[in-house]
């Protein structure tokens, strides 16, 4: 079993919608937690940064984290075509500048117009 | 633009053969990661570096191995390569500060024909 859990996709919705993304994890030391977007062909690009549970809103973008479920969940509201791309949840027990981080395999979202 | 630069971006080799994947950290970045993507698979993290120094390993095969110069610049060293290496590298980079985020760069992506 692996230590996070995303599920794949593909996720399409029309534009203007509220996405949900949601990873769950198994490994309980884990205490920062991430979400990164990546467009085809680019790099992973860090969308949110959150610390132990709680929430945290960054424009249309909110990250929820439930560490006595194991489960951490992406908000997109109003989302746009531009918002089309794979999004990652990743996670670590440590700092994030200290460690490697642990990856879901990434849901793809498109969004259509 | 994260900074952090990836050559070359595409390789094409045989079964066999050995490749070199390059890595230029941010500037005032210590510590280099490499990641592997597969489809479907997430980011699996191979090897971390800091400052010159192998920090951390994940599950990286004994036929790969890295290295980071004193420039910080880092190289994926790949070799007897079989069909299923082919998949995207990435590298990323951070500060050694407690919840600096990793910033990516674009990948190289290895085609094994």
């Known amino acids: 079993q692996k230590e996070v859990e995303q599920d794949p996709g593909p996720l399409s919705v029309p534009e203007g919608a509220i996405v949900s993304l949601n990873c769950t994890y198994s490994?309980?030391?884990?205490?920062?937690f991430m979400w990164y977007r990546q467009y085809s062909r680019k790099g992973p690009e860090l969308l949110m940064y959150t610390y132990s549970s709680g929430n945290k809103e960054d424009g249309r973008f909110t990250a929820q984290v439930d560490k006595s479920s194991k489960y951490i969940s992406l908000f997109i509201r109003d989302s746009q075509p531009s918002d089309s791309a794979t999004y990652l949840c990743a996670m670590s027990a440590v700092p994030t500048g200290r460690r490697a981080l642990t990856f879901g395999s990434g849901t793809r979202l498109q969004v259509q117009p | 633009d994260s900074g952090v630069t990836q050559t070359p971006k595409h390789l094409i080799t045989a079964t066999g053969q050995r490749v070199t994947l390059r890595c230029s950290p941010r500037s005032g970045d210590l510590s280099v990661y490499w990641y592997q993507q597969s489809l479907d698979q997430g980011l699996q993290f191979l090897i971390q570096?800091?400052?010159?120094?192998?920090?951390a390993k994940g599950n990286i095969l004994e036929r790969f191995s890295a290295q980071q110069f004193p420039d910080l610049h880092s190289e994926l060293n790949l070799s007897s390569l079989e069909l299923g290496d082919s998949a995207l590298y990435f590298c990323?980079?951070?500060?050694?500060?407690?919840?600096?985020?990793?910033?990516f760069g674009d990948g190289t992506r290895l085609s094994i024909l």
């Open positions: 490994n309980s030391a884990f205490q920062y």
């Open positions: 990323a980079s951070s500060t050694e500060g407690s919840n600096q985020p990793q910033h």
């Open positions: 570096y800091y400052n010159g120094e192998e920090r």
